[in-house]
Protein backbone atom coordinates (compact mmCIF):
# COMPACT_ATOMS: atom_id res chain seq x y z
CA UNK A 1 0.00 0.00 0.00
CA UNK A 2 2.61 2.60 0.85
CA UNK A 3 4.56 1.63 -2.22
CA UNK A 4 1.86 2.35 -4.02
CA UNK A 5 0.84 5.92 -2.57
CA UNK A 6 4.70 6.64 -3.52
CA UNK A 7 3.79 5.71 -7.08
CA UNK A 8 1.01 7.96 -7.32
CA UNK A 9 2.71 10.75 -5.81
CA UNK A 10 5.65 10.96 -8.27
CA UNK A 11 3.31 10.16 -11.29
CA UNK A 12 1.23 12.83 -10.62
CA UNK A 13 4.25 15.11 -9.38
CA UNK A 14 5.21 14.37 -12.87
CA UNK A 15 2.41 15.45 -14.33
CA UNK A 16 2.28 18.76 -12.63
CA UNK A 17 5.98 19.40 -13.16
CA UNK A 18 5.39 18.65 -17.24
CA UNK A 19 2.53 21.05 -17.34
CA UNK A 20 4.13 23.93 -15.15
CA UNK A 21 7.83 23.78 -17.42
CA UNK A 22 5.65 24.81 -20.45
CA UNK A 23 4.78 28.19 -19.24
CA UNK A 24 7.13 29.72 -18.08
CA UNK A 25 8.15 32.01 -21.23
CA UNK A 26 9.41 35.81 -20.52
CA UNK A 27 10.77 37.63 -23.88
CA UNK A 28 13.08 40.39 -23.95
CA UNK A 29 12.21 42.97 -26.95
CA UNK A 30 14.99 45.27 -28.16
CA UNK A 31 14.08 46.73 -31.35
CA UNK A 32 11.42 49.38 -31.77
CA UNK A 33 10.99 53.38 -31.93
CA UNK A 34 11.15 56.39 -29.89
CA UNK A 35 10.95 59.79 -30.40
CA UNK A 36 12.16 63.42 -28.69
CA UNK A 37 9.32 65.50 -29.68
CA UNK A 38 9.55 69.72 -28.92
CA UNK A 39 7.25 72.35 -29.14
CA UNK A 40 9.38 74.25 -31.52
CA UNK A 41 7.88 71.35 -34.14
CA UNK A 42 11.42 70.32 -35.32
CA UNK A 43 11.06 66.31 -35.77
CA UNK A 44 13.11 64.39 -34.26
CA UNK A 45 16.41 63.25 -35.71
CA UNK A 46 17.44 60.11 -34.32
CA UNK A 47 18.61 61.64 -30.79
CA UNK A 48 20.56 59.45 -28.27
CA UNK A 49 18.48 60.85 -25.96
CA UNK A 50 15.12 61.56 -24.57
CA UNK A 51 14.25 64.29 -22.76
CA UNK A 52 10.45 65.19 -21.39
CA UNK A 53 9.40 68.53 -19.46
CA UNK A 54 11.13 72.16 -20.29
CA UNK A 55 14.61 73.71 -21.05
CA UNK A 56 15.33 75.90 -18.45
CA UNK A 57 17.57 77.98 -21.02
CA UNK A 58 14.97 78.14 -23.42
CA UNK A 59 11.85 80.14 -22.31
CA UNK A 60 8.83 78.51 -23.70
CA UNK A 61 10.47 75.45 -24.95
CA UNK A 62 8.50 72.25 -23.89
CA UNK A 63 9.61 68.43 -24.32
CA UNK A 64 7.60 65.09 -24.41
CA UNK A 65 9.10 61.43 -25.38
CA UNK A 66 7.86 58.51 -26.42
CA UNK A 67 8.93 54.45 -26.90
CA UNK A 68 7.14 51.99 -28.64
CA UNK A 69 8.30 48.00 -29.36
CA UNK A 70 7.03 46.64 -31.74
CA UNK A 71 6.00 42.90 -33.53
CA UNK A 72 5.89 42.12 -29.70
CA UNK A 73 2.53 40.45 -30.42
CA UNK A 74 2.91 37.12 -32.78
CA UNK A 75 2.59 33.89 -33.95
CA UNK A 76 6.51 33.40 -33.34
CA UNK A 77 6.80 31.54 -30.18
CA UNK A 78 10.48 32.27 -30.27
CA UNK A 79 10.03 35.73 -30.38
CA UNK A 80 6.63 36.94 -30.25
CA UNK A 81 3.99 36.97 -27.31
CA UNK A 82 0.74 35.20 -28.31
CA UNK A 83 -2.30 37.38 -28.73
CA UNK A 84 -4.51 37.06 -25.54
CA UNK A 85 -2.11 35.92 -23.17
CA UNK A 86 -1.70 36.25 -19.70
CA UNK A 87 0.88 38.84 -19.01
CA UNK A 88 2.37 38.12 -15.39
CA UNK A 89 5.05 41.45 -15.57
CA UNK A 90 6.49 44.03 -18.04
CA UNK A 91 9.49 46.31 -17.33
CA UNK A 92 10.60 48.72 -19.14
CA UNK A 93 14.50 48.98 -18.65
CA UNK A 94 15.66 52.10 -18.88
CA UNK A 95 18.88 54.82 -18.04
CA UNK A 96 17.78 57.83 -16.73
CA UNK A 97 19.48 61.04 -15.15
CA UNK A 98 18.82 64.52 -14.23
CA UNK A 99 15.75 63.99 -12.31
CA UNK A 100 16.55 64.79 -8.76
CA UNK A 101 13.33 65.73 -6.87
CA UNK A 102 11.46 65.54 -10.25
CA UNK A 103 8.13 63.57 -10.65
CA UNK A 104 7.80 61.53 -14.25
CA UNK A 105 4.81 60.32 -15.59
CA UNK A 106 4.46 57.33 -17.54
CA UNK A 107 1.01 57.16 -19.65
CA UNK A 108 -0.15 54.44 -21.89
CA UNK A 109 -0.71 56.27 -25.34
CA UNK A 110 -4.02 55.97 -27.28
CA UNK A 111 -3.30 57.66 -30.77
CA UNK A 112 -0.72 56.39 -33.26
CA UNK A 113 2.71 57.75 -33.82
CA UNK A 114 5.83 57.01 -36.17
CA UNK A 115 9.23 57.66 -36.51
CA UNK A 116 8.22 61.23 -38.65
CA UNK A 117 5.77 62.72 -36.07
CA UNK A 118 6.30 65.77 -34.19
CA UNK A 119 4.52 68.06 -31.36
CA UNK A 120 1.82 68.83 -33.55
CA UNK A 121 1.01 65.79 -35.51
CA UNK A 122 0.24 63.93 -32.16
CA UNK A 123 -2.64 66.14 -30.91
CA UNK A 124 -4.92 69.24 -31.84
CA UNK A 125 -2.97 70.59 -28.92
CA UNK A 126 0.09 69.24 -29.03
CA UNK A 127 2.15 66.83 -27.25
CA UNK A 128 1.07 64.53 -24.39
CA UNK A 129 -2.21 65.31 -23.47
CA UNK A 130 -3.81 62.74 -21.48
CA UNK A 131 -7.29 62.35 -21.62
CA UNK A 132 -6.69 63.19 -25.28
CA UNK A 133 -3.77 61.25 -27.09
CA UNK A 134 -3.06 59.75 -23.84
CA UNK A 135 -4.86 57.47 -20.81
CA UNK A 136 -5.71 59.96 -18.59
CA UNK A 137 -4.44 58.59 -15.36
CA UNK A 138 -0.56 57.77 -15.59
CA UNK A 139 0.24 54.37 -15.72
CA UNK A 140 3.09 55.05 -13.35
CA UNK A 141 5.26 58.42 -11.66
CA UNK A 142 7.87 58.91 -10.30
CA UNK A 143 10.14 61.10 -8.37
CA UNK A 144 13.78 61.20 -9.02
CA UNK A 145 16.18 61.20 -6.02
CA UNK A 146 19.62 61.65 -7.96
CA UNK A 147 21.19 63.32 -10.98
CA UNK A 148 23.55 60.79 -11.69
CA UNK A 149 22.27 58.21 -14.25
CA UNK A 150 21.29 55.06 -13.26
CA UNK A 151 18.97 52.26 -14.77
CA UNK A 152 15.52 52.44 -13.90
CA UNK A 153 12.62 49.58 -13.60
CA UNK A 154 9.39 50.46 -14.66
CA UNK A 155 6.48 48.11 -14.37
CA UNK A 156 4.17 48.75 -17.51
CA UNK A 157 1.82 45.80 -16.89
CA UNK A 158 -1.18 46.73 -17.11
CA UNK A 159 -0.90 48.44 -20.70
CA UNK A 160 1.04 45.48 -22.45
CA UNK A 161 -1.89 43.19 -20.62
CA UNK A 162 -4.35 45.90 -22.76
CA UNK A 163 -2.23 45.05 -26.01
CA UNK A 164 -2.32 41.80 -25.35
CA UNK A 165 -6.06 41.30 -25.17
CA UNK A 166 -6.42 43.40 -28.19
CA UNK A 167 -5.96 47.22 -27.69
CA UNK A 168 -3.49 49.02 -29.85
CA UNK A 169 -0.06 49.25 -29.14
CA UNK A 170 0.72 52.64 -29.35
CA UNK A 171 3.45 52.63 -26.74
CA UNK A 172 4.19 55.15 -23.62
CA UNK A 173 4.57 58.77 -23.06
CA UNK A 174 7.12 60.67 -20.82
CA UNK A 175 6.07 63.76 -19.52
CA UNK A 176 6.32 66.04 -16.24
CA UNK A 177 6.12 69.73 -15.31
CA UNK A 178 7.21 72.72 -17.54
CA UNK A 179 9.94 73.61 -14.76
CA UNK A 180 12.68 71.55 -16.00
CA UNK A 181 13.79 68.64 -17.74
CA UNK A 182 14.31 64.73 -17.33
CA UNK A 183 16.86 63.06 -19.69
CA UNK A 184 16.65 59.29 -20.73
CA UNK A 185 19.26 57.05 -22.96
CA UNK A 186 16.79 56.00 -26.81
CA UNK A 187 17.27 53.23 -28.37
CA UNK A 188 19.64 55.12 -30.84
CA UNK A 189 21.97 55.22 -28.08
CA UNK A 190 25.86 54.52 -29.25
CA UNK A 191 26.50 51.82 -26.50
CA UNK A 192 23.91 49.05 -27.10
CA UNK A 193 23.95 48.68 -23.02
CA UNK A 194 22.26 51.64 -22.30
CA UNK A 195 19.48 51.60 -24.31
CA UNK A 196 15.94 50.88 -23.30
CA UNK A 197 14.47 47.03 -23.15
CA UNK A 198 11.02 45.57 -22.57
CA UNK A 199 11.33 42.35 -20.47
CA UNK A 200 8.00 40.45 -20.42
CA UNK A 201 6.92 37.23 -18.93
CA UNK A 202 3.82 35.91 -19.88
CA UNK A 203 1.56 32.59 -19.61
CA UNK A 204 0.12 31.72 -23.22
CA UNK A 205 -3.97 31.07 -23.56
CA UNK A 206 -4.31 26.91 -24.24
CA UNK A 207 -0.54 27.11 -25.24
CA UNK A 208 0.59 23.33 -25.79
CA UNK A 209 3.12 21.97 -23.98
CA UNK A 210 6.92 21.57 -24.73
CA UNK A 211 8.01 18.10 -26.19
CA UNK A 212 9.85 17.36 -22.74
CA UNK A 213 6.29 18.52 -21.19
CA UNK A 214 4.72 15.83 -22.75
CA UNK A 215 7.44 13.29 -22.43
CA UNK A 216 6.67 14.01 -18.18
CA UNK A 217 3.07 13.84 -18.77
CA UNK A 218 3.50 10.18 -20.40
CA UNK A 219 5.65 9.11 -17.50
CA UNK A 220 3.02 10.20 -15.22
CA UNK A 221 -0.03 8.76 -17.51
CA UNK A 222 2.04 5.50 -17.76
CA UNK A 223 2.60 5.30 -13.87
CA UNK A 224 -1.06 5.66 -13.15
CA UNK A 225 -1.85 2.83 -15.94
CA UNK A 226 0.77 0.45 -14.55
CA UNK A 227 -0.63 1.10 -10.85
CA UNK A 228 -4.61 -0.05 -12.00
CA UNK A 229 -3.49 -2.92 -14.08
CA UNK A 230 -1.56 -4.32 -11.00
CA UNK A 231 -4.25 -3.38 -8.67
CA UNK A 232 -6.34 -4.93 -10.92
Excluded at 154 to 164: A, H, I, N
Aim: charged share 10%.
Amino acid sequence: MRKTAVLLVLAVGLCLVGYSNAYALTLNFYSGTDLWLSSSGAQDPGNVNLGWGKNPGVTGKKYDSLIKFTDIFGSDPASQIPLGSVINSANLYMWVGYDSGRQSAIHQMTFDWNAASTWNSIGSTGGIVPGVNAVLTPELTWTGISNAWSQRTFDLTGSVQDWSDGAGNYGWGFTRARDAAVTACSLNYATPSYRPYLSVDFTPVAAAPEPASLLLFSLGGGALAFMKRKRA
